[in-house]
């Protein structure tokens, strides 16, 4: 039997029920999946407050449920697009294909010949980190956007004191 193992990469920040979506639908095409945390080494930003730890936790809890073997795996940012591919591929088991909607991953793993596929967007507009995160920086209700064990971790992590914090709002 030949194993088929995708990647997908994301900065999950949060992990929303957009990717539970997502990840559901690559489940039924690949017998293992990779899942890169983009911008590993960021947290504690507006746009990237939760660290690459607080994400694999996030994404193993979200997914516990689901009928695929996964890796969640920190990837830290390159400032160099060309080798971008090659840093990845070193830091990950072996794929053969790539889930992704992003325009500059498509195009740096096509120029490699790694097949590419786009997957369905969810709800965009409304599972979407940006407004998560708006959200609760706002006060807003934005549980209902997450998996439950998401919403755990955050509240385990105190995470929207801390968005609210580094946002200068709190």
């Known amino acids: 039997m030949n194993m088929k193992r995708a990647f997908y990469i994301g900065r999950f920040q949060p992990f929303h029920l957009g990717h539970h979506s997502v990840i559901t639908s690559i489940a039924e095409e690949v ?38 073997h996964f890796y969640a795996l920190p990837i830290d940012d390159t400032l160099q697009n060309p080798i971008w591919v090659s840093y990845v591929t070193s830091r990950t088991p072996p794929f ?3 889930y992704t909607n992003n325009p500059l991953v498509i195009e740096l793993f096509e120029e490699t010949g790694v097949t590419v596929k786009q997957p369905p967007m969810y709800h965009r507009n409304e599972y979407s ?33 801390r968005l609210r914090r580094v946002a200068g709002t709190d």
């Open 31 to 68: 017998d293992e999946l990779i899942i890169g945390i983009g911008s590993a080494q960021t947290s504690h930003e507006v746009n990237n407050p939760f660290t690459a730890g607080e994400r694999v936790m996030m994404i193993r809890h979200a997914l516990e449920d689901i009928d695929v």
């Open 96 to 98: 053969d294909t790539v």
């Open 129 to 161: 980190g940006t407004e998560i995160r708006r959200r609760m920086l706002e006060g807003e209700e934005w549980k209902h956007l997450v998996p439950d064990a998401v919403a755990d971790v955050i509240e385990e992590i105190n995470g929207v004191r």
